[in-house]
């Protein structure tokens, strides 16, 4: 097992106060230090010691940076190469009074895809013990040979929050998927979850709630 604490800052800015659940309302960053304890990595594309969580200086997001999590299709890639798949599980906590969502995650990598050829980002994150949210796609279709980025954004009000008063883990899941299609099956085609230059990775970004008074 895996177990890394990330400190995090103090200072998010406050949220809308537009659709607030009757429960709870919105909240700026909870006093005190925030930590995230990585406590699971499985996965293809996440081979031990190849995955690296830091978290925002301002505390509005954490960044997963991969180096080594590529698929690729075609001149005599193994049959498995084609997919690689990387689960996280986290711990985020927070002090008491307070609790969060994932309002919006930013991925990026690099794709050279042939002619006929196309690859695919797919990521889904939820809490444990609670129902998994959609699995989003995004679709990158050859020719194409540059950075590529997808975003998964959450509207306000179908934002899901941790329980208040527990710690679940954050189960932060992603897949790469590189097809042949109509290229030539002996040409090369691959995609990264990193960048060409390393300075790039994952972004999860924050929102934060305060808890009812118990």
């Not at 909240?27 to 190849?50: E, F, K, L, M, Y």
């Not at 954004?153 to 208040?164: G, M, S």
């Not at 189960?171 to 299609?181: A, I, K, P, T």
Request: glycine fraction near 10%.
């Amino acid at each position: 097992m895996l177990l890394r604490r990330l400190t995090v800052g103090a200072a998010v800015a406050a949220l809308s106060a537009l659709a607030l659940p009757a429960q709870a309302h919105t909240a700026s960053t909870p006093p005190g230090r925030i930590t995230v304890d990585v406590v699971g990595v499985n996965g293809s594309g996440c081979p031990q010691g190849t995955a690296s969580v830091a978290a925002a200086s301002d505390n509005t997001s954490f960044t997963v940076t991969y180096s080594n999590y590529l698929a690729q299709a075609g001149a005599g890639s193994g049959g498995t190469e084609f997919r690689k798949n990387c689960q996280l599980a986290l711990q985020v906590h927070v002090p008491q009074g307070f609790t969060y969502a994932i309002a919006r995650a930013d991925y990026r990598g690099f794709a050279h895809l042939q002619r006929g050829a196309y690859g695919q980002e797919r990521a889904n994150y939820y809490f444990q013990g609670m129902a998994q949210t959609a699995r989003t796609t995004h679709q990158f279709n050859g020719p194409y040979s540059d950075n590529w980025q997808a975003s998964d954004q959450t509207e306000y009000q179908d934002l899901v929050y941790a329980p208040c008063g527990e710690e679940r883990n954050l189960n932060v899941n992603s897949e790469l998927r590189v097809y042949s299609g109509t290229s030539n099956p002996q040409a090369l085609s691959f995609m990264s979850m990193d960048s060409t230059d390393g300075s790039v990775g994952t972004i999860y970004h924050f929102a934060w709630k305060e808890c009812p008074a118990v």
